[in-house]
């Protein structure tokens, strides 16, 4: 059987099978083999295609092995073996007992068979659907764009939709698969971009091509823009879950359309009732994720939902909750509905939804006992199996919520400990600030936090940084290696601070006793440029940071005066009273302040509690800043409630008024009276300094002085 070119041995081949004109397997070997060996780099697909319907057509029996192996190279030649042939054999009716160990077939020549014989983009869409690894080698990827160049003319809208929602279904499980997938993405999305106001793309066409292409984060906003235009035009064709998948994909692309968010929102309200509970939380979660607000598509929703909140999934509910809480989107029924049908199944819920849903109520300030401790129930028992960040989630919505729960919080620290260095920087903040808030203390967490946090600390971000030195002072937890890292870190990117996050962190150094020059200098010039954002706590707590580590600073002090008068009304009495006690430790005179800070007091002074009451006429005192209204006020406060002063407070309310020579003789006769039953508690200054106040006004309460004769200044403590 002479053959003369490659058309001639495929027409035999097709005859052979139509006129079932009978070739020996033997005789169809030998020319197979015949052209394989002279011209096998002329074969096109057309040509294999022949050659596999020819082989296909015998009967099993009439296949044996060897032939096999004689004539696959030739259906895909350039492909390197490797050890699988599988789909080969069972195209070609071979059983798996006909390998040979000699002879081993790579899984390349399985899909690129398959790949070759398409004849068009539905079946080429079918093959990739139903082959999830088709991207795993160069050579398939090569097969695949081939094939995708010549199709491309005649491919259809419902086609490279299909073929697009195939490939969004490859398991990509590493970085080149997944390269390899996006580009052939890319090159279909050309394609559509090519065509989309000549060809008829519909509502499913338009959904598919952007919920694949966001599936696999192909980044491509031509083509989003496009779909979006085309989107609009003819928004009323949508289906309930072709509105949510759309802006889904969207949100998942990170491709903000407030136009279409806008139409789609339109669109879906009147028909929100054909909604199923999947399709709400979707489309809830897609214009949170973009955080794209829309109060009356939520409200639809919510309506549409509570009907239905039994058909939801765990994941439904704990999406649809988190949604309408990024959102900031509050709806009290809803969320008692949700927490009504949730604490039934809760042992349903994985590990990241119970964390999401109680993060949802918090958020929204929603407080719900019943579903917080169910939540906490169902988390420690499966509370191995939470991820780092699960963890951090979960504690900070408790701790948001201000729902202690000691032994969901010991579980979450027995857990996190062992993997703590998966956290991530925000994670470790997060969660020692929520042990912290619910008073829940932990110094092994605490020690695996620090150690964990200083080898990644330059992934810490400025409120990061600000977090975890104010949980650990707010502890007392003096960890000096991490107070340096913070402070090495905070440095160069000082200014990306807010003014919170400024006055917290020397706040927390100051509290620790953990002076840093450098740090506190920058802080300083940082806070000048924005002294403007700052609010009264945070220029009280600034100051007060500075004074405390004895970091005197004239220019910042001044621009915290001068920040502070216009708006001093909204100081607390806390605020006020630690604004001039700082500028007192420092002594910084500024009599403009300390005048406006007096003129706010006398109002509030009733609020003030003994300490602050003596704080603040101590202030005044050691500036030597004169203002009877105020030491009059405080006088006629302090004496009902004389006796919650303790011994220091004692002695610095008479120290301070003596020190102005400012009188108050009802005052002094309280002061002695208090004093007499706590002498024993004075220390040997805040004794002599009572007792010098009264000298220096002259004041006897003979009482007083027998008690503080009757005892010896050696058993005094310093």
Known sequence: MKLKDNRHLSLCLYLSIIFGITLSASTATENLLYKYNHRHQSFNRSNRRGLLAFLSSYPQRRIQKQTYFQVTPLLSPRLQIINEETTVRQTLHLSSTQSSNNHNY????????????????????????????????????????????????????????GLLNALSKQRVNNIHARSRCQQIMLMLA??????????????????????????????????????????????????????????????????????????????????????????????????????????????????????????????GLANTANAFARVNHRHPELFETIASVTIPIILTFNAQ??????????????????????????AIRIIGIFK?????????????????????????????????????????????NAFVKVKHSHPE????????????????????LANIVNAFAKVNYHHPELFDNVAIAAIPIINTFKAQGLSNTVNAFAKVNHPNPELFDNIARTTISIIHTFKAQDLANISNAFAKVNHPHPELFENIATAAIPIINTFNAQELVNTVNAFAKVTHRHPE???????????IIHTFNAQQLANIVNAFAKVSHRNPELFDTVATAAIPIINTFNAQGLANTVNAFAKLNHHHPELFDNVATAAIPIIHTFKRLELTNTINAFNMLKYRHPEFDDKVGSISMSTIDE
């Open 593 to 603: 302040l300390f005048d406006k800070i007096a003129i706010v007091a006398i109002p």
């Open 190 to 315: 050309d394609v559509v971009i090519s065509q989309i106001n000549e060809k008829k793309y519909n509502s499913r066409d338009l959904s598919m091509i952007v919920n694949a292409l966001a599936k696999l984060r192909v980044k491509h906003r031509k083509l989003f823009n496009e779909v979006a235009n085309k989107a609009i035009l003819i928004i009323d064709k949508f289906s309930a879950q072709g509105l949510a998948n759309t802006v889904n994909a969207f949100a998942k692309a990170n491709h903000r359309n407030p136009e279409l968010f806008d139409t789609v929102a339109t669109a879906a309200i009147p028909i929100i009732d054909t909604f199923k509970a999947q399709n709400l939380a979707n489309i809830v979660n897609a214009f949170a994720k973009a955080n794209h607000r829309h109060p009356k598509l939520f409200d639809a929703v919510a309506a549409a939902a509570i009907p239905m909140i039994d058909t939801f999934s765990t994941q």
């Open 445 to 464: 967490l605490f020690e695996n936090v620090a150690t964990a946090a200083i080898p990644i600390i330059d992934t810490f971000s400025a409120q990061g």
């Open 106 to 161: 790579p899984i390349e020549y399985e899909f690129g068979l398959e790949i070759d014989i398409c004849k068009n983009a539905y079946e080429l869409a079918k093959t990739v659907r139903n082959n999830q690894n088709l991207l795993s080698s160069d050579d398939i990827f090569e097969a695949l764009k081939e094939k995708i160049e010549s199709l491309q003319p005649t491919m259809s809208p419902r086609d490279i939709s």
């Open 353 to 378: 939804e119970l964390a999401n849903i109680v993060n949802a109520f918090a958020k929204v300030h929603y407080r719900h006992p019943e579903l917080f401790d169910a939540v906490a129930t169902a």
């Open 388 to 432: 780092a960040q699960g963890l951090a989630n979960i504690v900070n919505a408790f701790a948001k919520a201000n729902h202690p729960n000691p032994e969901l919080f010991d579980a979450v620290a027995t857990a996190a400990i062992p993997m703590i260095d998966t956290f991530s920087a925000q994670g470790l903040s997060n969660t020692v």
